[in-house]
């Protein structure tokens, strides 16, 4: 039995996966699990304690993706006041873990995904072997990566692009920029292309005299600590043109910012869509700005248009990637 872990800013999903006949492939179900509000706990040993309180399975390891740096078997949550260590962890339940982050579980999960677990924008011409990019706007952006090993499967890599400095492509985004720059000083891609940058870009709008914000809207941000799903949620019903404006904006940058992964690691094998946002909003990818600001990169578009694009729509892609990642690990790795 393997415990799987995906600790987002937002919640934390603990879960158990079996081992297969043969230790090569985990159950597609879980057979316990559990959601849990983040920010509603302390630390990650007080969701496991909780979790494991009602779990009769004997761990034999654990794997968690967090949304975070991890560095040397420590990890400090993006958008939490935790701090994450799998030692101490190991020594408090009595089974190995190990950490990663969470992008790097996606991307762990990529290979396993089925035809069911995605939804194509476009398929494009995937190159054998190629490397492949994922990019998820949930509470923050997360990126990662996966190159093709000589051990004959894909092995996921980490990344912090969502915190590189935003580019602006088109004047709206420019003036968007300057007037957040004198605000926050460093303007990275997360701040207006993820869960906490959609009220940025909608605040933006609003503050600019861009669009009006009609009072019921006013009053509904107002009673919510997040504004994320208001928002969202007016702008896919097109019960408010700013909100539609907010989200049109977020997916321009989006798919700015998932060209210029594909770019960066020559992603010939596909660019996967993860997080939190994208199943909510697959009709306006389908049918948005999204694919052409993804292929608007100059003398490389016509490249950008054979890059396969997918939307990973189960909601387990993390979990998967941590079970995955804990069935591979040796006894001897599982503290690193």
């Known amino acids: 039995m393997l415990l799987a872990g995906d600790i987002g800013g937002t919640k934390t999903v603990m879960a158990i996966f079996e081992v297969e006949r043969g230790a090569t492939t985990i159950t597609r179900h879980p057979v316990q699990e559990r959601t849990f509000p983040s920010q509603q706990y302390q630390s990650l040993e007080l969701i496991i304690e909780e979790f494991l309180q009602d779990c009769d399975y004997p761990i034999s390891a654990a794997s968690f993706g967090v949304a975070g740096p991890v560095v040397g078997g420590r990890a400090e949550v993006t958008n939490l006041p935790w701090v994450i260590e799998s030692e101490a962890l190991a020594e408090r339940f009595?089974?190995?873990?190990?950490?990663?982050?969470?992008?790097?579980?996606?991307?762990?999960?990529?290979?396993?995904?089925?035809?069911?677990?995605?939804?194509?924008?476009?398929?494009?011409?995937?190159?054998?072997?190629?490397?492949?990019?994922?990019?998820?706007?949930?509470?923050?952006?997360?990126?990662?990566?996966?190159?093709w090993q000589t051990t004959g499967r894909y092995e996921a890599h980490p990344s912090e692009g969502g915190h590189c400095a935003f580019g602006p492509t088109t004047p709206l985004q420019l003036e968007m920029l300057n007037y957040w720059l004198p605000r926050m000083g460093h303007v990275?891609?997360?701040?207006?292309?993820?869960?906490?940058?959609?009220?940025?870009?909608?605040?933006?709008?609003?503050?600019?005299?861009?669009?009006?914000?009609?009072?019921?809207?006013?009053?509904?941000?107002?009673?919510?600590?997040?504004?994320?799903?208001?928002?969202?949620?007016?702008?896919?019903?097109?019960?408010a043109d700013i909100c539609m404006a907010t989200l049109q904006l977020f997916m321009e940058i989006l798919g700015d910012q998932a060209g210029n992964l594909a770019l960066t690691v020559l992603a010939t094998g596909g660019i996967y869509l993860g997080g939190g946002i994208p199943p909510r909003i697959l009709p306006q990818l389908q049918q948005g700005p999204f694919m052409e600001f993804f292929r608007d990169k100059g003398r490389f578009s016509d490249m950008m248009g054979r890059i396969p694009v997918h939307v990973i729509v189960t909601p387990k892609a993390a979990l998967y990637g941590t079970a995955y990642d804990a069935l591979a690990l040796s006894p001897g790795e599982l503290a690193q």
């Open 94 to 147: 009595g089974f190995g873990v190990h950490l990663l982050n969470d992008l790097e579980a996606v991307g762990t999960a990529v290979p396993h995904l089925e035809r069911t677990d995605l939804l194509t924008l476009n398929e494009g011409q995937p190159v054998e072997r190629g490397a492949i990019g994922v990019i998820a706007p949930g509470t923050g952006l997360g990126e990662g990566f996966l190159v």
């Open 188 to 239: 990275s891609y997360e701040r207006v292309c993820s869960g906490i940058g959609i009220p940025n870009i909608y605040t933006f709008l609003r503050e600019t005299g861009h669009y009006p914000e009609p009072p019921w809207l006013h009053d509904a941000l107002a009673e919510v600590s997040d504004q994320t799903p208001v928002i969202v949620k007016a702008a896919v019903a097109s019960e």
